[in-house]
């Protein structure tokens, strides 16, 4: 019997940004990391082993790239920026306070003049696939919240509403990475 090949996965969140500390949706603006991310994200670093990895990728936003910069300073590879590792697109909910983003009421519907959590999942997807046939056997992901709840909705089975219900920013429990195996 033929065993299913897989694909490890080490999740990283970007660091903090002035936005996320004031309590502010950036959706696919360009923001930076503020002092506090910055010092995170250096922290953070010292608890990643770099070489254990096949490839690191990113999303293209600012906040992600500056993360992975500083997370994987000490690297052996390339960092590989994908667009479809992006945030939701919130549409005209961009810079908008966090507490009017209602991630349940855009599971499928999407954000006005933005994209549905369905849409994130997507391209997520689309990403694992294209990924792994590539032959990568262990790889890390810098980016945001959206792409990583639809991982969990990918690799764990699980349905949007339970992903959004159990999202460690509801309960503040950050870890310095989260293991996922895509199947």
């Given at each position: 019997m033929r065993t299913r090949e897989i694909m490890e996965i080490i999740y990283y969140v970007h660091g903090s940004t002035l936005d996320n500390e004031s309590k502010i949706s950036s959706g696919w603006e360009q923001v930076s990391l503020s002092l506090k991310g910055v010092k995170e994200t250096q922290e953070a670093s010292l608890q990643i082993d770099s070489s254990k990895f096949d490839a690191i990728f990113a999303s293209d936003l600012s906040r992600a790239v500056e993360s992975a910069e500083?997370?994987?300073?000490?690297?052996?590879?390339e960092i590989k920026m994908d667009s479809r590792l992006r945030e939701c697109n919130y549409g005209t909910y961009t810079k908008k306070p966090s507490n009017e983003l209602i991630?349940?009421?855009?599971?499928?519907?999407?954000?006005?003049?933005?994209?549905s959590l369905h849409d994130v999942e997507k391209r997520m997807s689309e990403f694992l696939?294209?990924?792994k046939a590539l032959g990568y056997k262990h790889i890390t992901i810098v980016a945001h919240r959206a792409p990583q709840l639809a991982l969990d909705v990918i690799t764990a089975k699980t349905s949007w509403e339970?992903?959004?219900a159990d999202d460690w920013r509801a309960t503040g429990y950050w870890q310095s990475g989260?293991?996922?195996i895509f199947i």
């Open positions: 500083i997370l994987f300073a000490e690297r052996k590879h991630y349940s009421d855009h599971i499928n519907i999407p954000f006005p003049n933005g994209e696939r294209e990924t339970e992903a959004i989260w293991e996922y």
